[in-house]
């Protein structure tokens, strides 16, 4: 996760349940699943916190077609990996927003407006904002995603960036708060809680 | 509402026709013209030059050199490690309708280091032009678009031989997406003529870098509609009495292009002759040293013919102009037909329409931020009224 | 959280530990059940420990007894998807969530911010209030200091230091009872207890000893020798009355009287309860009172001797009496009474009215049996014999004193083992013990039964008995009737099955303000040093009281 926030995007679409944002970036840009992110709304007084749970990478001709061929030249390969830019488009759920008092989650009051900057959120305001656990019973209940992979990465993400002496004590309350979600299915929150575990 | 479309359907039909009848003729037309350059290949050099003079200093055909105009030159081998530049430039032009009166040139290039398996290396340049001398020049009326593109073929140009020059003493080539002739000098006149004369001379230094760090330089024409060689054959094949300024013009050939011939002439990977170009611009390029010539290739098996056009120090150095030849066949090769370099620096010039919408309101914002009220004309509003809408369900 | 200043002087200091859990669910009837943090451990827990739970809504302070202990889950899948056991942390994050433990409290005492004494409870507390474990003030507190009318008793379950005192005079003002499975120590705590009701002076006791348990020189199953009640208050408070002289002389036991009833003294009353050991019909025990009436006070004589044929015969041609059931009474009477040789022919030795006296000078009585105690029947005999003459007087006694023309007797405890033999429902009824049981303290009389089949006592007597101190039972019957009478008790049921087969017994009842699991006190070299006798004051050197001069060592 990179230090700093990065723009990884602008909204091209969105409602209060969530934004898309797209933009050429390079590879090295590309936001990842499972982090969070920031997208400005109400002409800047608030920012919604979104979830990314789908990455693509859209309508990229060129790398299909050289993909096509059996003789591809090395330096073409790497070019296409390191340098260029992709277009991608990434949705992301909103599981919170931000305003002068602090985060809140809960579904925010209005949307990002389009073409607003998405970017991803700094370490430290990760931390900060999980350190409230309501956004788990948010992705649980979204509908037509990833949620248990969603649920096990965010989380596995969230615990990474935390200093090295909070990071057990992290995972076993959110464990708990799952196990307190799920306690109806043990087979479903045993795969969670294993995701939680394992290097991503 | 749009076009009207009963009106036009017969129209169409019409065109169908047309187009099928006129590729019969040239289709026919094809083995006669071949055969005429055979002729005009066997004709006495001397000869050609005389009818050369003959047609005036209007006439645009090509130029022969000392290559039998009918030989095709197979490719060379290409040489283990080679560094290929390739450059292209895009705009914004100047809108009246727009919040803001201003224009953006942006270059994209990039360098492949062929054989080393190394990652290319990218570079982007974007630049803002908004004071008044860019804006009017010397006029009293702003620039036209034409200017704009001037400034970007020039810039284009120094990007190519900037990164050629900090790669000095290796071999290079470096192609533009573009005929190397400035276009553009043609077009503009009046005051803007010493302007325009300034860029050229900036162009003209440019070129005299490139040859001293002696890079491979060429402009590469994709699907090319010239017809230079067709007009030389013509004028080879008229009597000797019958040649006049306008007789030399009213082409047998007239719908075909070189390219239908030496689509024919070319086996895969083979050039043809090198010729002088003929236009009025190359005589500024050839006293500079610069004089451009041009040849037409064979980049893939599926019949693609393209034109190179290379300046006359290229042209007359056999290592350099293999390593032209054969550095773009081998840049071609996954890319059907066109080079890679130049695929990959229109990509990194090209500006989407999505970044161009955020530049847009992040311009609009930095003009409200100092206190400026952006106002959109009618005109601008309306289009976006009209635009399309999508819902987003998440 | 009410003012707090009462609260922390009555329980000691504020708790600021984390509770051991919260009140979920219950009721007054069958207690309440308590969620535990997962940071505590369940195996560091024990039914029969103390808690205390403070109220989330008044702050009032609920003293209680862990009677049950259980693991649970907010799923049953739980069993068909348990956890991978080696992953530490899916077993971390199950732990207190999905899968865990809950304490059933029993509370017992109840303290309002108006009181300064416990009281036993009318509510229970609200729901998610906090439960600790109790402190060994807490517990000192409830149970009070050892003075002369609180008798240290033990210790509760792992908390040595805390002395759980029994109220002697409580326990002396109703019938008591000592419960367990042979073997549990029943007779140790018992002896015990009398240590303590003889040295507070607050009854005399007249003990029925069937096997040689109290009076002088205790042994064990091991062999090792423990000092009888005689040994223990050597000041003459004690004394022994034997039956088997012969038997006490070769046990070297010290003995200040020796008993013997003539046969004139045994009347009817006395033979009846014999009737099932004996073998006596009903037609055949309704017939003894004939034969008496007829016969006169010699009728035991009469019977057995030859002697008498002719008087015999004149019943018989009477009609009043069927000679097969005189027969029948003659022969088991003859197989019975000679036997016993405490019963003389003539008077006896009149000793009623002596031991009667001891009693109500203070003086403990134990009736030694010698090999006699090996009889059943020797047992009920003597001991319905005497206590049906004793309890005659206590209640001409205090029927003067009520006409304010002499003093009130001086409260008796009488011990009997085996009890389930004088108390079964059938002969409950008509017996001495049930009476006394039934009358409650009116003639100041109660009793201290020592069994260990309490399933065999009629169940109104059960519930007559104020004070119950019960060892391990294992008969379902058995514990049952153990709670009988005893509301809200068979929640201690699972803290009666736990116990251990010694030293240890559950305390419920009048004399104690709530049940309490005690480890007995040792019966040592401390105890006799505690219960006031010096080591040097042994039997040898001994001042014998007054009436002792009959035998010397």
């Known amino acids: 996760m990179p230090e700093s926030p990065m723009m990884i995007g602008r909204v091209t679409r969105c409602s209060t349940r969530g934004f898309v944002g797209a933009m050429q970036v390079s590879v090295k840009e590309v936001p990842v699943f499972g982090s969070f992110c920031q997208a400005e709304a109400q002409s800047g007084r608030s920012h919604v916190v979104g979830l990314v749970y ?147 | 509402m749009g076009i009207h479309l009963p009106s036009l359907l017969p129209q169409m039909q019409e065109l169908g026709q047309s187009l099928y009848e006129r590729s019969l003729q040239l289709s026919k037309m094809v083995p006669k013209a071949i055969e005429a350059l055979h002729v005009t290949a066997d004709l ?183 017809v230079s060689v067709l007009a030389l054959i013509h004028l080879a094949g008229l009597p000797g009495d019958q040649i006049t300024q306008d007789s030399v013009h009213l082409t047998p050939f007239r719908g075909l292009t070189d390219r239908a011939i030496f689509t024919h002439l070319l086996p895969p990977g083979h050039r043809s002759a090198i010729f002088i170009s003929a236009s009025p611009l190359n005589s500024d390029f050839r006293t500079a040293g610069h004089e451009i010539h041009f040849f037409y290739l064979k980049t893939a098996a599926d019949d693609t013919v393209v034109r190179v056009e290379i300046p006359i120090w290229v042209a007359q150095d056999p290592e350099l102009l293999n390593r032209v030849h054969a550095g773009i066949l081998q840049d071609c090769q996954t890319t059907g037909g066109f080079p890679y370099t130049l695929v990959r620096a229109h990509e990194l010039a090209v500006i989407p329409p999505q970044e161009r919408a955020a530049f847009d309101d992040m311009l609009q914002r930095t003009l409200i931020g100092h206190g400026l009220r952006p106002s959109q004309s009618q005109k601008a509003l309306t289009k976006e009224l009209t635009g399309k809408r999508k819902h987003y369900r998440l | 959280m009410s003012d707090s200043s009462e609260l922390d002087v ?137 003075d002369e009318a609180h008798f240290f008793i033990g210790a509760p379950l792992d908390m040595e230091a805390v002395q759980v005192n029994l109220d002697l005079e409580r326990f002396v003002e109703r019938s008591s009872g000592v419960f367990g499975k042979t073997g549990t120590g029943k007779s140790f705590i018992t002896r015990t207890i009398l240590a303590g009701i003889i040295r507070s002076g607050l009854a005399s006791t007249l003990i029925f000893d069937m096997h040689n348990d109290y ?125 016993m040789g405490f019963l003389v022919p003539g008077e006896g030795s009149k000793v009623v009215d002596d031991i009667f006296q001891r009693l109500n000078i203070g003086t403990s009585v134990v009736l030694e049996f010698g090999n006699y105690g090996n009889t059943l029947a020797a047992y009920v005999l003597v001991a319905n014999y005497l206590t049906r003459r004793i309890h005659a007087s206590y209640v001409h006694r205090k029927n003067i004193a009520a006409g304010k023309k002499g003093e009130e007797p001086r409260p008796l405890v009488i011990v009997i083992e085996e009890a389930h033999k004088f108390l079964d429902p059938s002969v409950a009824g008509h017996t001495i013990f049930g009476n006394i049981a039934r009358e409650l303290r009116k003639y100041n009389v109660t009793l201290l039964i020592v069994d260990q089949r309490p399933s065999g006592i009629e169940d109104e007597v059960m519930s007559q008995i104020g004070t119950r101190v019960t060892c391990l039972l294992d008969n379902e019957a058995d514990i049952r009737a153990v709670f009988s009478g005893v509301s809200g008790a068979s929640t201690l049921r699972e803290v009666l099955a736990r116990l251990d087969t010694r030293q240890q017994a559950l305390i419920l009842g009048h004399a104690v303000p709530m049940p309490v699991v005690v480890r007995t006190r040792d019966y040592d070299q401390r105890f006799y040093a505690a219960i006031g006798m010096d080591e040097s004051d042994d039997a040898s050197g001994a001042k014998p009281p007054a009436e002792d001069k009959l035998f010397p060592d």
């Open chain 2, 44 to 226: 006495d050099h001397s000869d050609l030059q005389s009818r050369i003079m003959k047609a005036g200093n209007r006439w645009t055909g090509a130029i022969p050199t000392e290559e039998a105009l009918d030989q095709t030159f197979p490719p060379p081998k290409a040489p283990q490690s080679l560094h290929v530049i390739g450059a292209d430039g895009s705009q914004i032009y100047p809108d009246r309708h727009a919040s803001a009166f201003y224009y953006l040139i942006n270059i994209g290039s990039i360098v492949v280091s062929r054989g080393n398996g190394e990652t290319p290396t990218i570079q982007q340049e974007s630049r803002l032009f908004f004071e008044l001398e860019d804006l009017y020049g010397e006029a009293d009326y702003p620039i036209q678009n034409a200017y704009v593109n001037l400034r970007r073929d020039v810039a284009e140009m120094k990007i190519l031989t900037e990164r050629a020059e900090t790669l000095a003493g290796e071999k290079t080539l470096a192609i533009l997406d573009n005929s190397l002739l400035l276009w553009m000098a043609l077009q503009t006149g009046g005051s803007a003529s010493r302007e325009t004369d300034r860029y050229l001379q900036q162009y003209l230094k440019l070129l005299d870098r490139l040859h001293s760090s002696e890079t491979g330089l060429a402009g590469f024409i994709d699907r090319p509609r010239s």
């Open chain 3, 215 to 339: 009076g002088w020189s205790v042994m064990d199953e091991t062999g090792r020798e423990y000092k009888g009640l005689r040994q223990l208050f050597p000041d003459g408070r004690v004394s022994v009355i034997t039956l088997d002289e012969t038997t006490s002389r070769a046990r070297g036991s010290k003995f200040d009287g020796i008993l013997t009833i003539g046969y004139e003294e045994i009347e009817p009353e006395d033979m009846e309860m014999l009737a099932s050991l004996l073998g006596l019909s009903d037609i055949q025990t309704g017939a003894l009172y004939f034969l008496y009436q007829r016969l006169g006070r010699k009728w035991i004589s009469k019977l057995l001797d030859e002697q008498h044929e002719e008087e015999i015969q004149n019943m018989l041609d009477s009609g009043r009496i069927v000679g097969g059931t005189l027969g029948a009474i003659r022969r088991k009477l003859e197989s019975f009474i000679p036997r």
């Open chain 1, 54 to 200: 789908d990455i693509s990478i859209t309508d990229d001709h060129f790398a299909r077609q050289i993909a096509a061929l059996e003789d591809v030249p090395q330096e073409q390969i790497a070019d296409g990996q390191i340098n260029r830019q992709v277009p991608i488009e990434f949705n992301a759920l909103a599981v919170g927003f931000r305003d002068d008092a602090g985060f809140h989650q809960a579904l925010p009051p209005r949307p990002p407006l389009t073409l607003a900057s998405v970017f991803s959120m700094a370490p430290k305001d990760t931390v900060d904002f999980t350190s409230e656990l309501h956004f788990l019973q948010t992705i649980l209940n979204a509908p037509q995603l990833p949620v248990d992979e969603l649920l096990a990465t965010t989380l596995r993400l969230s615990a990474q960036i935390r200093p090295e002496g909070e990071r057990e004590r992290f995972l076993l309350q959110t464990g708990r708060e799952i196990a307190r979600l799920l306690a109806q299915d043990l087979t479903r929150l045993e795969n969670i809680l294993c995701g939680l575990r394992s290097e991503g």
């Open chain 3, 10 to 146: 009555f329980f000691g200091s504020k708790r600021d530990e984390r509770p051991l859990g919260i009140v979920l669910e219950g009721s007054l009837s069958t207690g309440l059940q308590v969620k535990l943090d997962p940071r505590y451990a369940i195996e560091k827990l024990a039914v029969g420990r103390y808690v205390v739970i403070q109220s989330r809504k008044t702050g009032s302070i609920f003293f209680g007894i862990i009677t049950d202990i259980a693991l649970g889950a907010t799923t049953p899948d739980l069993l068909h998807h348990p956890p991978d056991a080696s992953d530490p942390f899916l077993l971390d994050v199950y732990s207190g969530g999905v899968a865990f433990a809950t304490l059933h409290v029993s509370p017992m005492l109840m303290l309002d911010d108006a009181d300064d004494q416990p009281r036993p409870i009318k509510t229970i507390p609200s729901h998610f209030s906090a439960i600790y474990e109790a402190t060994a003030q807490d517990v000192a507190r409830v149970f009070g200091e050892e």
